[in-house]
């Protein structure tokens, strides 16, 4: 199989543009059905083709050597519809996987190679059991509804997330809170699969466990197996096996944890949902505004006029007497205090002396 592009879909059989009667679309093949989008990043389809009702598929001869990739010619019960893939090589890859989930075996008209061969096997053997599976779930007043995929995950856990692997981990370290276990699709996209998050010796360890369809209910791939009749008897065994030291995983989904917004990338040109980057100030780092627009103490005002008194002499063995503070007064009188204030100094220098 070649590689396909990353796509934020639900895990599909193959996947890849075509043109469905002259209009280019991102096809995904998932069951029997193929799920027509805008783009690989729009997760809403707008328009699906049931493969049910299948009667042949064929290439279009009428276009003679002119055109490199011939036309498919899709015929059902109730239309036809003309597909042109990308290249030779994915024309002959849809060929296969819609000539194999239809009769449910591997196609022998086809050019292939032998890794290509080995994934058309595995998809009949997934689809065989995809719809043992849902014709065991489906009531017999809605068998006529036997071919719609999206049936299959009428009934699920609250704990199961559309996620990968890695995901599912990231999901798990950043909402321990809510829960350490969740359930998800597996990569080969009919069984599910189990993981879970524990703290050990101070480091965090990943398990991950596979959860097989069977004939009657589902089974917990460990040893001894694990035998329950849905899926949320398989998680809630879990729970009982682990002592309740593990609980699913429960989100609040009524309020986003992040910023996102919508904005058109420069080379494309396609709107593509982004999220706001960017770090926060946290609250205890913030100065009150108390403190900022509180003004720092002024220091006490003093007469630049008024100049200090020089020190008395001393004798010896006489300790030097302190005169008491003299307040200044008004502007006017400072001149006839300072007159007087001379005199009694003369005064006492002559007593002292």
């Known amino acids: 199989m070649s590689p396909a592009k990353k796509s934020s879909l639900p895990p599909s059989y193959f996947e890849g543009f075509i043109e469905k009667d002259g209009t280019k679309l991102w096809t995904c093949l998932r069951g029997n059905t ?8 729009n997760p809403t389809y707008t328009e699906k083709l049931e493969l049910g009702n299948f009667v042949s598929l064929t290439d279009n001869q009428t276009n003679g050597k002119n055109y490199r990739v011939p036309t498919m010619i899709l015929k059902l019960t109730d239309c036809n519809v003309k597909l042109k893939a990308t290249s030779l090589e994915t024309h002959e890859q849809w060929k296969g996987f819609i000539l194999s989930v239809t009769q449910l075996e591997v196609p022998r008209c086809l050019t292939l ?76 996209g009919i069984s599910n699969a189990i993981t879970t ?11 991950h466990y596979r959860v097989k369809p069977s004939d009657d209910g589902f089974i917990l791939d460990v040893v001894p197996p694990i035998f329950r009749k849905s ?10 096996k682990t002592d309740k030291t593990t ?54 005002r ?47 220098r002559k007593q002292l002396d």
Do not use: W
């Open 302 to 348: 003093t007469n630049p006029k008024v100049k200090p008194l020089p020190d008395l002499p001393k004798k010896n063995n006489q300790k030097a007497q302190t005169l008491p503070q003299i307040h200044p007064k008004s502007n006017f009188a400072q001149h006839d205090i300072t007159e007087e204030l001379h005199l009694k100094l003369q005064l006492r």
């Open 231 to 240: 899926l949320q008897d398989i998680i809630d065994a879990f729970v009982e």
């Open 197 to 207: 998050c524990l703290e050990h010796q101070g480091t965090t360890k990943m398990m």
């Open 113 to 188: 190679l032998p890794g290509q061969i080995h994934a058309l096997q595995d998809v009949v053997l997934q689809e065989t059991m995809r719809q043992n599976m849902l014709r065991q779930t489906l009531k017999p007043s809605d068998k006529e509804t036997e071919n719609d995929y999206e049936d299959v995950l009428n009934v699920m856990p609250k704990c199961f997330y559309q996620v990968s692997r890695t995901e599912a981990e990231n999901l798990l370290r950043r909402h321990p809170q809510c829960g350490n276990l969740l359930l998800r699709p597996s990569r080969d």
């Open 34 to 41: 193929l799920y027509f989008y805008k783009d690989s990043k």
């Open 247 to 300: 609980s699913p995983l429960i989100l609040d989904q009524s309020y986003e944890d992040t910023i996102s917004f919508v904005k058109a990338e420069k080379e494309s040109g396609e709107h593509v949902l982004q999220k706001a980057t960017g770090s926060s100030v946290p609250l205890e780092n913030k100065e009150p505004l108390k403190n900022k627009n509180k003004t720092p103490d002024k220091p006490p």
